[in-house]
């Protein structure tokens, strides 16, 4: 039998190894539906992902059941064929059907309402002033049904705020998370995501961001300021016995000064 070679930097696919160390698309989708079980919604049908890159989380989603539909928006003409390859290969033609992808600006691209917005991993740091921060918010809202719910994340503490790299093994690689230039002047925040492997070889720089490092009292105020209603925020709990994150998520209202958390917030109409 042919031996499978190993990972490395020229056989690797860059938005597997994404998915793999970054995404947690099964946890998202049904944290969708969990929120809205939770806050009396009904149920969830239709999502738009905002800066959906390789749609993954729309493919999950529309593969979870049949009635659910998915639109799904990124600005990158690139990251959009990457994702229908993607979506060809994952998906049957019936499910393929239900997701959408359209090229368009997440702040103004105009799509059917629908019963959850979803922005994940950060990607609306893209927008660093509030004016523009603001216009994404409120072209999320005006998307949404009468009671529906938006899902974004977001990532803090004082490791936020330094020049760091973070190293996570998985299996056949190392994820580098890079936090190459912070400027506490305007909070801008340059990071990278890189990836090394066991035969030496490395991805240097697979995936640049250029954010604004916003704070959850201010994403807040400028939810609320666009006419959301409510806004909570889930903190990612701790795993006492293994001493690292749990896969929980708690809304709180207040929490410990950690280095380094993530939470959700869930924005509703
Ligand atoms: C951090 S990646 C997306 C990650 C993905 N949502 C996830 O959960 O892992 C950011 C994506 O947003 C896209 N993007 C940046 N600005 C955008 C905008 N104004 N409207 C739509 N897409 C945008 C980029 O092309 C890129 O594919």
């Known amino acids: 039998m042919k031996k499978k070679s190993k990972l490395n930097s020229t056989n690797a696919d860059k938005y597997d190894l994404y998915e793999k160390s970054v ?25 738009r992902e905002d800066f959906c890159a390789t749609a993954s989380i729309s493919a999950e989603w529309v593969k979870h059941n049949k009635n659910k539909k998915a639109f799904a928006i990124d600005l990158d003409r690139k990251i959009l064929n990457v994702a229908k390859k993607r979506i060809n290969k994952y998906l049957s033609q019936e499910q393929s059907n239900r997701l959408q992808l359209i090229h368009g600006n997440s702040q103004s691209k105009i799509t059917k309402k629908v019963d959850s917005v979803v922005a994940m991993n950060f990607s609306y740091w893209v927008f660093k002033d509030r004016s523009s921060l603001k216009k994404y918010f409120s072209n999320a809202y005006k998307h949404l049904k009468k009671d529906g719910i938006l899902l974004i994340d977001a990532f803090g503490g004082y490791e936020a705020h330094q020049e760091l790299e973070e190293r996570t093994k998985h299996n056949g690689f190392t994820y580098v998370w890079d936090q190459h230039k912070f400027n506490p002047i305007n909070n801008d925040l340059t990071c990278f995501i890189h990836f090394e492997f066991s035969n030496g070889s490395k991805i240097k720089r697979a995936f640049k961001y250029e954010w604004r490092l916003w704070s959850l009292p201010e994403i807040t105020e400028c939810l609320k300021s666009v006419g959301f209603d409510l806004v909570d925020i889930y903190m990612q709990g701790w795993d006492e016995k293994n001493d690292c994150e749990s896969e929980k998520f708690y809304h709180v209202k207040k929490c410990d000064a950690d280095p380094g958390w993530i939470a959700y917030i869930v924005a509703l109409k």
Do not use: L
């Open 23 to 47: 995404q947690s698309v099964e946890f998202e989708v049904q944290f969708i539906d969990k929120m809205f079980r939770k806050y009396n919604r009904g149920k969830c049908f239709d999502i």
